[in-house]
């Protein structure tokens, strides 16, 4: 009996969490993926690697969500057989609350080992797979791009401008801006051209123009009758260098070791770890390593719903008490990564945080129900 009513209130519990995590998986997934139509619209990228790199942030999007979903998960369906006088059913039963308790703290160490597995596996390696492919890909969308009596820069120091567009893709009154550098640029006119695919590249087919080479200490002016630029020599201004969030945790922990134990700079294919970048780093560990073990924290938090009936005075403050406890914590956890400097012991104390506090809140919770001491 008491098994059944135990797979009762979890499968409950998983049930509501799962839709949830869902639901509002769904809809933050929707509203990035809307912002990331850039790719398409501004970069030229195609829409498959739209769509690649919009499901591939979806990893993290549950790594987000899945510490506030559960707490409000158990918070939801505690309340709600408080509510309807089901709970007493597990106390009329023989299960005492402390066996409760640790049966919410076999619970949710499981979330705390997937939320792991999600911050310093999963989610790293999509999101690096993800910008791979915005490194690897082409500019496929260029052409379309090109917009009559509009400056065009959607590859990096590129800029061109078109005075007319003509329905076979003739291109008329062309003016286009190459920048090298600070100090040397390059300007062509010319008076028609065309886009062409060639080899799975695009080329600027130019006719009857000028070019101006425009250097620190010279300028000289080039006539042509035929030109034509290899586009695909130019980058496009989406972001390829690797953020932190899509470095291995691997090369995070390689990277903290080097730079405290052994005061050395550490450098990885195109991961510099440094003075300037060690903030970030701390940051970055804080949430793979750190933040997991809030769940457990805020699982305790919303479990203490079984320590007060409904039918006990100011039951309702103390529910509402609970919530906002959990969600403060919630966005502490969040907080907290700001803050962390191994340079600093008190701020590294931050780490202590969810392990001091879940300890704390745990044996309070299981002294006062073990003892049947209600708040």
């Not at 690697?49 to 549950?62: D, H, N, Q």
């Not at 805020?298 to 320590?307: E, K, W």
Request: proline share 2%; glycine share 2%; with cysteine.
């Amino acid at each position: 009996m008491k098994k059944l009513i135990y797979k009762n209130i979890i499968s409950e519990i998983l049930l509501f969490l799962f839709l949830s995590l869902f639901a509002l998986t769904i809809i933050i997934w929707i509203i990035q993926a809307v912002n990331y139509l850039d790719l398409v619209s501004e970069d030229g990228h195609s829409f498959s690697i739209y769509f690649k790199f919009s499901l591939l942030s979806i990893p993290k999007i549950l790594s987000r969500i899945l510490i506030f979903v559960l707490f409000i998960s158990i918070f939801y369906v505690i309340s709600k057989y408080e509510d309807n006088n089901e709970i007493l059913i597990f106390w009329t039963n023989g299960i005492n609350k402390a066996q409760f308790i640790n049966s919410v703290l076999i619970f949710s160490t499981i979330f705390v080992v997937l939320q792991l597995c999600l911050n310093s596996l999963i989610v790293p390696k999509s999101l690096d797979l993800g910008r791979k492919y915005i490194r690897t890909s082409g500019i496929e969308l260029f052409p379309s791009l090109l917009k009559e009596k509009k400056f065009i820069d959607t590859v990096s120091d590129l800029t061109i401008f078109i005075d007319k567009k003509t329905n076979d893709g003739k291109l008329q009154k062309i003016f286009l801006k190459d920048k090298y550098d600070d100090d040397n640029s390059k300007i062509i006119i010319a008076r028609e051209g065309q886009i062409l695919k060639k080899n799975d590249n695009y080329y600027l087919n130019l006719e009857n123009g000028r070019m101006l080479n425009l250097e620190k200490k010279n300028t000289n002016i080039i006539e042509f009758s035929e030109s034509e630029l290899n586009l695909s020599l130019y980058a496009t201004k989406t972001t390829t260098f690797p953020k932190i969030q899509e470095i291995s945790s691997e090369e995070i922990l390689e990277c903290l070791l080097s730079y405290y134990k052994k005061n050395k700079n550490y450098t990885k294919r195109n991961f510099v770890c440094n003075e300037s970048s060690i903030q970030s780093v701390n940051k970055e560990f804080f949430r793979r390593f750190i933040n997991p073990i809030y769940i457990l924290l805020v699982a305790f938090i919303a479990t203490s719903l079984v320590l007060k009936s409904k039918d006990e005075k100011n039951y309702s403050k103390f529910k509402y008490f609970i919530f906002i406890l959990g969600i403060t914590t919630i966005i502490l956890s969040e907080v907290s990564a700001e803050y962390l400097n191994f340079d600093n012991i008190i701020s590294s104390l931050l780490i202590t945080i969810p392990f001091f506090f879940g300890l704390l809140v745990y044996f309070t919770l299981f002294k006062k129900a073990y003892n049947k001491i209600k708040i």
